[in-house]
């Protein structure tokens, strides 16, 4: 069964440092997410991105995140300048439609 | 009044108990409706997806959506210890970006 593969699985970095996080959606997909789920918390949505563009982003998603498909793979969320309260899974997801498929998470830790 | 409500649990139950758990929302531009398994620290994994009111049944599982009173359920059959896990329900208005709304999520234990 096809799947969204996230890399990494965890990464620790240092407040205030760009962290990167990689996903590869299934291929065939047009629709591509971003969500994270803060410890505890609810899954909340980031960022959905279309036909090589931000099709809507949420109000956690300020001008510190951005979004690219560098290639026509990969899919990638990177944070600039890292925060205390980035810390959380991040997750990838793609779609066809709706009733999306998301990836297992990279989990980020800012310390 | 949050937009999506769900119980958050834990809700324990024997092995070949029916288990019923719930949402409630709030936005009645909600059309899709998905039920989603998530195991501790990964990914939700999509159960059920329903398009607008009525029922939808795959195997142990069950899901009802009543757009009237704004509630939706998902219920499973003949419960096993392999379904211990958090379910979340997560709705989507009929709009081009496809963004999921989600519920906290009810942790449910299925004891053997």
């Known amino acids: 069964e096809p799947e969204v593969t996230q890399t990494p699985s965890h990464q620790v970095t240092q407040m205030g440092q760009e962290v990167i996080l990689r996903c590869v959606p299934i291929?065939?997909?047009?629709?591509f997410y971003w969500y994270r789920q803060i410890l505890g918390q609810k899954v909340e949505f980031l960022v959905s991105?279309?036909?090589?563009?931000?099709?809507?982003k949420s109000e956690i998603f300020d001008d510190q995140f951005s979004v690219e498909r560098p290639d026509g793979s990969n899919f990638t969320l990177k944070i600039r300048s890292t925060k205390l309260e980035d810390s959380a899974m991040y997750f990838c997801?793609?779609?066809?439609?709706?009733?999306?498929?998301f990836g297992s998470g990279t989990r980020l830790t800012v310390v | 009044q949050k937009e999506v409500e769900q119980d958050p649990g834990p809700l324990s139950v024997p092995e070949g108990a029916i288990v019923s758990l719930n949402c409630t929302y709030s936005?009645?531009?909600?059309?899709?409706f998905m039920w989603y398994r998530q195991y501790s620290r990964k990914g939700p994994e999509l159960l059920m997806y329903?398009?607008?009111?009525g029922n939808k049944e795959d195997g142990r599982f069950t899901a009802q959506v009543d757009k009237s009173s704004k509630y939706i359920s998902l219920f499973i059959r003949d419960s096993q210890p392999s379904d211990s896990a958090t379910y979340l329900c997560?709705?989507?208005?009929?709009?081009?970006?496809?963004?999921?709304?989600f519920g906290s999520g009810t942790r449910l234990l299925v004891r053997p």
């Open positions: 997801a793609s779609s066809a439609s709706y009733g999306y498929t």
């Open positions: 291929s065939n997909h047009l629709y």
């Open positions: 991105f279309y036909n090589n563009e931000i099709s809507e």
């Open positions: 936005n009645s531009a909600f059309q899709y």
């Open positions: 329903t398009y607008s009111s």
């Open positions: 997560a709705m989507s208005a009929e709009d081009s970006s496809y963004k999921l709304i």
